[in-house]
């Protein structure tokens, strides 16, 4: 009888620390899921306000071109309006590079009247094309600078997606294992459970 109550109070100890550990497993299991659920939240509202910023920065950029093109045409009314932005500075840089040809083929006129008039005229000319390649350097300064924002905005939030996604799958690997566990001890304790009764 002695041995009896031994047996039967070392499988009581046996079955208070394996349901113990089973309840330590649920709550861990718990906070886990609170935990990821958090960080799945706050990846979600960062993914969010990254795809806003790059939509933005593309509007701006879709502006900017919207306005190089009208200045382009603008600045040279032979210009087809309908050409996209890059074959438009090309043709701008062409027409520049003629009227810059045009200038200095400008024979000087024997009279001294004429050439004063003339080299005015080459001085308007030279001015012209100077004011042009500085508007077209600045329009092309511009456009470079917001495509490269556009595109750190679009590997920044690739990124962080990669980061979320790495992050969920090792929260569910976690939770998988946890799961296992709790299963065993709740297997262990049902055993236990049994042992006790037939003990008993």
Known sequence: AEAQKIVDEDWRDKFEVLHMEHEKMLAKQKMLQIE???????????????????????SSLAEAKKASTALLVRLFPALPPNLELSQLEEQAKESLEDLQAVAERTPSPSKPAPVEDNSEEMEKLESQVAH?????????????????????????????????????????????????????????????????????
């Open 132 to 200: 042009y390649k500085t508007v077209l350097a600045q329009t092309e300064s511009m456009l470079n600078s917001l495509q490269a924002s556009v595109e750190s905005a679009e590997t920044e939030w690739r990124l962080k997606l990669e980061v979320a996604n790495k992050e969920l799958n090792d929260v569910k690997m976690q939770n998988s294992s946890l799961a296992a566990k709790a299963s065993d001890l709740e297997a262990s304790s049902a055993i236990a459970k049994q042992a006790e009764e037939v003990d008993s």
């Open 36 to 58: 990821f659920e958090t960080e799945l939240s706050k990846y979600q509202g960062d993914m969010e306000s990254i795809k806003s910023k790059n939509n933005d920065l593309n």
